[in-house]
């Protein structure tokens, strides 16, 4: 029996797009069908063998380690991490004495000669293995900053596009008993065709930006699942088991110790087990109550088996009209827009140190929700989120003007949706997946990002789908300002997310007073984004009526008179104003304002928090913005 239309789908897109997707003619002579590239779901729970640390590393502006001075994919590139000799054939390059970088790590903060940098940057790495009989070896990678083409001993193993993606390399028929070595090209070079584009408003850091290690798993794995809590019955846990490389009729069983609950099923002829797990007294997850059962998968039992666990929680998500239901129950959702820029050391953060940082300040600002955006984040922060309590909006950068008109672009767009899906589908804190930020309404956009919602639908009918679209203004009859939401890529969303700048790109603070909102869904509307800068530590003259923008009085009266203004939406389901921390951009250049930074933040890349800070604070605690019905 032919693989069902689903799983074709999927395969392909997180196989296949990569090599189609690529522009120049050279990447793809790079870049053969990739019969290497999955994505290990769970991976953090695998055993592995972390080559994290230092890397030896080379720049590589013009790509020399790639091709030739006639632009010719080379045979004797870098990727043959040819040892030096002195009577041998002259080399270009030596890794043994080139320096190094830290992996995880953006090389833009880790060495003032990169800061701007942007291009190709070659990773090498040795490591020792010992090959076990029966296993597949993966090289794992949290994410890699932009296109990376990887290398085991001399050979081609894989190549991926995208900068927030894991990608898993099977790496079995290339590693050998003893030491090996790992070499990676990465270039984080901005692509017009590129998912996202030539324009960002954050830093293009690149690099290893997240942990990359060898993981073995039998030669028949569990790669993938899906275990959700039925929205039609809260006593039953449903979903799919997949075994790569398993025969049909292999047992898998998937059991919850803690609730004395266990399903024995078997494998189809795609390998997948459909799962159906009845519980009782099960503990709905929620903000309030972030209970996480410790779930165990596991083949048939013996030499040969494979075993994962996971820890997950169960909560169901849906709309209702206007209103966004978590466990059937009206919720609003109080919060902040993040990047993953690390706090005080600044560059793309990636530990448990900055998550803890990150996620902290927005629960001590009373947050029940975050939108991290623009990409999707480091799994540790979708994992924190699910032990603090904190319900995420996850996307993919469809950020602002992609050439939506080009075929090359789409495939990557939707490589990214699978991949995202893919490896956050056990987080019970992510409830809505983002399709698009902030992209003009015309038609080439709206087929792009409708294909991109009915994919998303697709992969995970369990979740909601969204997108912050622009807003219209048009002067009304009392002469005041109205924010027109009718996009039409509005028709395909679940929840409307919507972004705007009353009061700091337009109209200023009195403004906001006089701006009156017409929604022209009934659905449920996020303020996905409002908010305005303000530099740490710059005060106003004291008792003045009129704050200079900038200033921490005028963020804070800005973030007042929005409270205000938002709590005049009747459809208004949840905010996250624009931002929780300061963060780097190339576009922000004010010298003694900016300097490369984007201060929307409520708190500053050094930890000071802006008054505009404690003004959302005390509203989320009195519960004073916003109503869940
Ligand atoms: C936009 C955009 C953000 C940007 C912000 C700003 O809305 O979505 O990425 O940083 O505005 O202008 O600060």
Known sequence: ???????????????????????????????????????????????????????HAIVDPYSTGLYTFHQEIRKDGFFMNAPFNPHGDPRDYNFAKAGTLKVPGDWNTQRPDLFYYEGVVWYQKDFD???????RTFLHIGAANYRSFVWVNTKKVCSHEGGFTPFDCDVTDFVRAGSNFVVLSVDNTRLADGVPTLQTDWWNYGGL??????VTVPAAFIDDYDLHLSREDRGLIEGYVHVEGAPAGTRVTVSIPELSAKAMVTTDANSRAAVSLPVQHLSLWSPENPKLYTVVLATDPGPGGDSLTDEMGFRTIETRGT?????????????????????YRTGRAY???DVD????????????????????????????????GILVWSEIPDYWALQF????????????????????????SIILWSVANETPNNEARTKYLTTMAALTHQLDPTRLVTAALLVRTEKNASGGTTKIVDDPLGKVLDVIGANEYVGWYEQGLAGVDETTWDVRYQKPLIMSEWGGGAVAGLHAPAGSDHPETWTEEYQADLYQHQIAMLNRIPQLRGTSPWVLMDFRSPRRLNPG?????????????????????????????????GKPE
């Open 209 to 214: 930006t997240r942990d990359v290690s060898l």
């Open 351 to 353: 530990s448990e140190k």
């Open 593 to 625: 304002i900016q300097d490369d930074f984007n201060r929307k933040g409520l708190i500053s890349e050094e930890g000071k928090k802006k008054q505009a800070f404690f003004v959302l604070q005390k509203a989320y605690e009195e519960k004073a913005l």
């Open 323 to 343: 209103q966004i239901l978590l466990n059937g129950k009206p919720v609003f959702l109080r919060g902040v827009s993040i990047h993953a820029e690390a706090p």
């Open 1 to 55: 029996m032919l693989p069902s239309a689903t799983n074709i789908l999927v395969a392909a897109l997180v196989l296949v797009a990569p090599c189609i997707a690529q522009t120049d003619r050279q990447a793809n002579d790079l870049a053969p069908p990739d019969a290497h590239t999955t994505l290990l779901v769970d991976v953090d729970h695998r055993t592995a063998t972390s080559l994290d640390g230092d890397w």
């Open 357 to 388: 940082t990150l996620l902290g300040w927005a629960k001590e600002m009373g947050c029940n929700y975050v939108r991290l955006v623009h990409y999707p984040h480091d799994e540790r922060m979708t994992r924190a989120a699910d032990r603090m």
């Open 405 to 428: 008109d080009n075929p090359v672009v789409l495939p990557k767009s939707e490589q990214q949706i699978s991949e995202m899906i893919r490896r956050d589908r056990d987080k019970a």
């Open 129 to 135: 293995y010992a090959p076990k009989p029966n296993t």
